[in-house]
């Protein structure tokens, strides 16, 4: 990209440029010869990436150098090993693509009813959360969140979340997804595999917050909100982080607010203000 360009869509549908869609479609046709797989058309799905099917198993895979959360993706894959999300195939990190194993039928937890995709998620989760060294390759959320907060601008909601983070010291032993919510958890087979982990290395409470938004074009309540809090409140996780995180996490992803946005029409704001009254 050029000085001043950005990589990102500033409306919907979000997700990539065209111009660097383009640009890592042609490294995915490049590192698919050489591979010599087969490379289907590229996946609405994948906005934020190059995604496309490689045969009736496999999904290369093409990462914007733009999206350093992503940088971790692979080794994340690696150390998951298939127990718990997708399996890496192959991986070319210079050129930052990857083969993952394809999730069949690859239904989002999008398609259940709330309590089910809460039973999914909890379980999912399980397997996700493990052990994981700082640096070791894996960044640290606390070297991360002071940044974004400061991305979000001037809002009384960014005090309230400074003050609520500088209340906490943010864990640094347990692999985190760091995009956790309902499209990135896909059935395959019998069982639930996530996909797209923004790899870091924190405490579980982090990753509870953004199913709470979640599915695109749910409108959070406060029933709901406190569904997702009471069900990973009961499988060992401490309630009171959890609220924390989500007014942290809403409030840097949610702010600053994109042209016709309002706090009501965000669902992550909707569900800082929830929190926030419950």
Excluded: C
């Excluded at 591979?35 to 999904?59: M, Q």
């Excluded at 089910?116 to 397997?127: G, M, S, T």
């Excluded at 960044?139 to 974004?148: K, Q, S, Y």
């Amino acid at each position: 990209m050029t000085g001043g360009q950005s990589a990102w869509l500033t409306h919907a549908p979000w997700g990539i440029t065209g111009e660097v869609a383009a640009r890592l479609a042609a490294t995915a046709r490049e590192v698919a010869a050489e591979w010599s797989v087969p490379l289907g058309e590229r996946l609405a799905a994948g906005r934020y990436s190059f995604v496309a099917f490689a045969g009736e198993d496999a999904v290369l895979k093409v990462v914007p150098v733009e999206d350093d959360e992503a940088d971790q993706e692979a080794d994340a894959l690696a150390l998951i090993d298939g127990d718990g999300a997708v399996r890496l195939l192959r991986h070319d990190a210079r050129r930052r693509t990857m083969l993952l194993e394809r999730a069949r039928p690859g239904d989002e937890a999008s398609t259940l009813p709330e309590g089910e995709a809460i039973r999914v998620a909890v379980a999912a989760a399980k397997k996700l959360w493990r052990p994981a060294q700082r640096g070791h390759p894996f960044r640290w959320i606390g070297d991360h969140v002071p940044r974004w907060l400061d991305e979000a601008g001037e809002h009384e909601l960014v005090g309230i979340a400074r003050d609520r983070y500088a209340s906490l010291e943010a864990g640094d032993l347990t692999l985190v997804h760091g995009d956790f919510h309902h499209h990135n958890l896909l059935r395959h087979g019998e069982r639930w595999l996530v996909i797209d982990p923004k790899a870091m290395v924190g405490e579980p409470e982090f990753d509870v917050p953004t199913f709470m938004w979640n599915p695109i074009g749910m409108r959070p309540t406060q029933t709901s909100v406190e569904r997702w809090i009471a069900a990973f409140a009961r499988a060992g996780l401490r309630e009171d982080r959890i609220r924390d995180w989500a007014i942290i996490r809403g409030t840097y992803l949610g702010l600053p607010l994109h042209s016709g946005e309002t706090e009501e029409t965000s669902p992550q704001l909707r569900t800082v203000r929830l929190v926030l009254s419950g």
